[in-house]
């Protein structure tokens, strides 16, 4: 069995994972970054789309940026329909001139990838985490099965951002960390289809028949959702009835059909919204994912991760070159207060736009949040700050 040193050690090529990597990297700090799934999949893996103008300021600084501003699509609004009437929210209007950019969390991980290629730096695919111990110690180990074999790796400090249901979590003893969840009685049916956009804005939709979201990757590629009971099977949704679902909720007596193209990726996804607290074990810190988790209803997944990975980077680089602990002592309480305030907008979005299957109680009150927002500027306000720009605040 091999072994190996090195100063950080990142379970997880996501967002988070690959920019830690990054940021430690141009600081001289060592890192491994280790990843479970083929290069392939964590490519093609389609995930979040919207990133705050605060977080895409950042990346750009960082110097992962420059593909996002090339090619990112710049969205100064979002729509909101109901009733069958579509009503613009002018998020830059309502909110310092500021912007959302629209660019795939794929896209931003192949940046990343790209980038830590070019130097050099370890990065390994199909390599999965087996055991991580000595957490407690001055230097844990986590052992790992790679293609090219087994290998234990001896370092200061461990990061997980490998989701909920990850190693990094699992390997925190039993009842040190609490895990807040929340689970939706709604799913989404996803899919990406070779269409052009037929909007320039997000559109956002409650119909008394569920939720629909009309997005976008590129000029060329249109994200939708459908909101679907939660024992849905893909087998239930041939090409044509997904279609003519999403014609029918995004109705209105003003718009065309929407843009119908080749279906080249489905999936669907419960809703669900999680946080582990605190963030950090000893010497295993956690972000992304492996630490919350948020309905993409508010768009605020990936930006959280990155907003962690924001604190985090310093926080590491402080400790491992002069021996200050105080910004990793704050880290947890510092990232938990911007998570349940995006947990927060978060479930305010999910529940205003998902009609409840058997509650018209909440309907109602559904119904009155969405008039609210589309009536006072004030409400309207809220909404594009929290949008545009929570993970900065």
């Known amino acids: 069995m091999e072994s190996v040193r090195t100063q950080v050690v990142i379970i997880g090529a996501g967002p988070a994972g690959l920019l830690l990597g990054h940021l430690l990297h141009r600081e001289g700090i060592d890192n491994i970054v280790l990843e479970r799934r083929s290069n392939e999949y964590v490519l093609q893996r389609v995930r979040a789309g919207v990133i705050e103008w605060g977080i895409a300021n950042f990346l750009e600084e960082a110097g992962v940026g420059q593909r996002m501003r090339a090619e990112g699509l710049v969205h100064h609004g979002i729509e909101m329909r109901f009733d069958g009437v579509s009503h613009r929210i002018a998020l830059s209007d309502l909110y310092d001139g500021r912007a959302i950019t629209v660019y795939g969390q794929q896209e931003v991980v192949?940046?990343?990838?790209?980038?830590?290629?070019?130097?050099?730096?370890?990065?390994?695919?199909?390599?999965?985490?087996?055991g991580i111990e000595g957490l407690n110690s001055a230097h844990p180990t986590v052992t790992v099965t790679a293609p090219e074999g087994e290998m234990t790796i001896s370092a200061d400090?461990?990061?997980?951002?490998?989701?909920?249901h990850g190693v990094s979590v699992e390997s925190v003893p039993r009842g040190y960390m609490r895990r807040f969840e929340r689970v939706y009685p709604f799913s989404?049916?996803?899919?990406?289809?070779?269409?052009?956009?037929?909007?320039?804005e997000l559109i956002y939709t409650r119909h008394s028949r569920g939720f629909a979201l009309y997005s976008m990757r590129s000029p060329t590629l249109s994200r939708l959702y459908l909101g679907v009971r939660p024992d849905e099977t893909l087998d239930a949704w041939p090409d044509e009835r997904i279609w003519e679902e999403l014609t029918v909720r995004m109705a209105t007596d003003h718009t065309a059909e929407i843009g119908q193209g080749p279906i080249i990726e489905?999936?669907?996804?419960?809703?669900?919204?999680?946080?582990v607290a605190p963030m950090r074990y000893g010497?295993?810190?956690?972000?992304?994912?492996?630490?919350?988790?948020?309905?993409?209803?508010g768009a605020k997944g990936m930006n959280l991760a990155v907003a962690d990975v924001?604190?985090?980077?310093?926080?590491?680089?402080?400790?491992?070159?002069?021996?200050?602990e105080s910004l990793l002592n704050s880290y947890s309480d510092d990232s938990l207060r911007r998570v349940w305030r995006a947990e927060e907008f978060s479930t305010y979005m999910t529940q205003m736009l998902h009609p409840h299957p058997t509650d018209d109680f909440e309907n109602g009150v559904q119904m009155a949040r969405l008039r609210q927002v589309v009536e006072s500027e004030p409400a309207a306000r809220a909404l594009a700050r929290n949008y545009v720009n929570l993970s900065s605040v």
């Not at 489905?266 to 946080?275: A, C, D, E, L, Q």
């Open 110 to 130: 192949k940046d990343l990838i790209n980038v830590r290629r070019s130097y050099d730096a370890p990065l390994h695919f199909d390599s999965e985490v087996t």
């Open 266 to 275: 489905r999936g669907i996804t419960p809703m669900r919204s999680i946080v």
């Open 283 to 297: 010497r295993l810190l956690l972000a992304g994912d492996a630490a919350h988790i948020v309905p993409p209803t």
């Open 157 to 164: 400090f461990v990061v997980g951002c490998d989701g909920s």
């Open 310 to 324: 924001r604190l985090l980077a310093p926080a590491l680089v402080a400790r491992i070159r002069g021996g200050d």
């Open 188 to 200: 989404w049916l996803g899919i990406l289809a070779e269409a052009p956009p037929a909007t320039e």
